[in-house]
């Protein structure tokens, strides 16, 4: 299984990014997708999840509103969309995957790309 997490960058606080994140090895449509985030001294935390079939999807608070986590599962990957991006959000953002329905832990995810930094300044 691999994952590959792309599109990071630095930007200025209020821009916009588009992550994606291709999937490869895996029967893509079996598995929960998710976007975790570790920024400098933190542990990793959940951003956002889609379920197999793109119908669910679920947000930390701190990301309502702003972030869309999507899936095209034609081309085995995922997105998020982050909007009105804040300082706060400067992290390395990581894909994974998983067969847990609706998982939010780090530790419920096996499969994990190798991240891409976003930074956001004021």
């Known amino acids: 299984v691999q994952l590959q997490a792309f599109g990071g960058g630095s930007v200025q606080a209020g821009d916009s990014l588009r992550l994606s994140c291709v999937a490869s090895?895996?029967?893509?449509?079996?598995?929960?997708m998710g976007w975790f985030r570790q920024a400098p001294g933190k542990d990793r935390e959940f951003v956002a999840g889609?379920?197999?079939?793109?119908?669910?999807?679920d947000y930390k608070d701190f990301v309502k509103g702003r972030f869309t986590i999507s899936r095209d599962s034609t081309k085995s990957r995922i997105f998020l969309q982050m909007n009105n991006l804040k300082p706060e959000d400067t992290a390395v953002y990581y894909c994974a995957a998983t067969t847990l329905y609706r998982a939010q832990a780090p530790l419920q995810y096996p499969y994990w790309g190798q991240g891409t930094l976003v930074t956001v300044s004021s």
């Open positions: 889609i379920d197999p079939e793109g119908r669910y999807t």
């Open positions: 090895g895996l029967t893509f449509n079996n598995y929960n």
